[in-house]
């Protein structure tokens, strides 16, 4: 039931990661430059970091997981 719920979080979280979105440095980070996308989930930055392949291989990978968990 806990591997479900944490599929079906990560599934949420990365459904609509801004591939576009805008980053600027700050003290030897980078921040986005909206606001908004500072506060979502750490799944979705980690998606967002890792690029777009990458990010909808890892859904591809969770979605089947979820479905042979049903």
Same mark, same amino acid.
């Given at each position: 039931?806990?591997?479900?719920?944490?599929?079906?979080?990560?599934?949420?979280?990365?459904?609509?990661?801004?591939? &576009?979105? =805008?980053?600027? $440095? !700050?003290? +030897?980070?980078?921040?986005?430059?909206?606001?908004?996308?500072? %506060?979502?989930?750490?799944?979705?930055?980690?998606?967002?970091?890792? &690029?777009? =392949?990458?990010? $909808? !291989?890892? +859904?591809?990978?969770?979605?089947?997981?979820?479905?042979?968990? %049903?």
């Amino acid at each position: 039931a806990a591997l479900r719920k944490s599929l079906q979080q990560f599934l949420a979280e990365t459904s609509a990661v801004d591939w &576009g979105a =805008e980053l600027r $440095e !700050a003290s +030897r980070t980078r921040r986005f430059v909206k606001a908004e996308y500072e %506060k979502k989930p750490r799944s979705w930055k980690a998606c967002f970091r890792a &690029g777009r =392949e990458a990010c $909808e !291989a890892a +859904r591809a990978c969770a979605t089947g997981w979820l479905a042979e968990l %049903k």
